[in-house]
């Protein structure tokens, strides 16, 4: 298998690709140590930033890294067929009170889907859900097609 073509995504492609996907793989970086999570997302391709519910509980590794205001990188990708597309977003988190919500952001956490609490060995009432959000100061994509044959 050999790359028979990459090239960057245009902004418009970056936007469209994004608003189409609706799950990332979430890192955060606090001085050497990395933690990264599978998440959802809900995109604004008007203001280009990302908004999610991260669950937690209050002893967790994700909780400590959330309270440490981490750098973020969300990386979305897919393969359809020979092509791969990805796009990095880097930038801080910011957590978001609900009630200083604007009907546009309520919109967007609405497309961010909510986690499966089943799949948490603690009890719901253990949980904290908080609201996030990406606004990145890098966003990149890139395109690339394989030869298979090759």
Known sequence: MAIDQETEMTDAEIDD????????????ART???Y?????YG?????????????????SEKRQFLESSPQARLVVYDEAG???RSVIATGGLESIEPAALTPGEIAQYGEAKRPLFEIWAKGK????????????????GRRTDVDREA
């Open 17 to 28: 690709f994004l608003s189409r996907r609706e799950t990332g793989v979430l890192s955060l």
């Open 32 to 34: 050497d140590e990395p």
């Open 36 to 40: 990264a999570i599978p998440i959802s």
């Open 43 to 59: 995109y604004d391709d008007d203001e280009r930033e990302f908004y999610m519910r991260l669950v937690s509980t209050p002893d």
């Open 82 to 84: 020979s092509t791969y």
């Open 125 to 140: 009432k253990s949980l904290d859900i908080e609201l996030y959000r990406l606004e990145p100061t890098t966003l990149n």
